[in-house]
């Protein structure tokens, strides 16, 4: 097997395993009217963020998008989950704080969560663990500077398209 062939099984494994633990968390997760991804995020939000933070920090922090963010968030706030309070400063942020009603469901969310998680790894050492952590980190580390460096062309090309126009 080529290198090459073994890279695009990989990437294809990847986002099997991506799929396969939306899969679990959807069938493990769900509660009465909630979806496993709006269970795991609430869990998200009570562990890092118990006090609230800002969308384009949690954006940045779990790899979703702004506008799939503030769907989901939509959703939580409309059955009282989070809700928003304005930056003193500039109305245009807001922070995403847990409700009671939230935290009081949160233990159990936790307890949960805790449990579907220490089935998904079980297979692995904790030094297996931590190696594809690491391992983890530095792909996702590669898509970022390939994500700036498309970014920077594109910034490029939009200025010699407006150079050219102008002249």
Known sequence: MTTDFRIEEMIYMMKKISLDI???????????????????????????????????????????????????????????????????????????????????????????????????FSSLDSQEKDHLWNLEQKVLAQLSRMEENKMKEDRRNLYREKNITTA
Not at 50 to 67: M, W
Not at 68 to 97: C, G, M, N, Q, W
Request: proline share 3%.
């Open 22 to 120: 939306t899969t679990q968390l959807e069938s493990n997760l769900k509660e009465t009217g909630m979806s496993g991804g709006q269970v795991y995020f609430m869990v998200y939000m009570l562990r890092h963020h118990s006090n609230g933070t800002y969308i384009t920090e949690l954006s940045r922090e779990i790899g979703i998008s702004k506008p799939t963010l503030s769907a989901l968030i939509k959703k939580l706030k409309e059955k009282k989950y989070i809700y928003f309070k304005e930056h003193p400063k500039d109305a245009r942020k807001k922070k995403v704080i847990p409700t009671e009603k939230m935290i009081a469901e949160g233990k159990k969310l936790i307890k949960q969560a805790e449990q579907l998680e220490a089935e998904i």
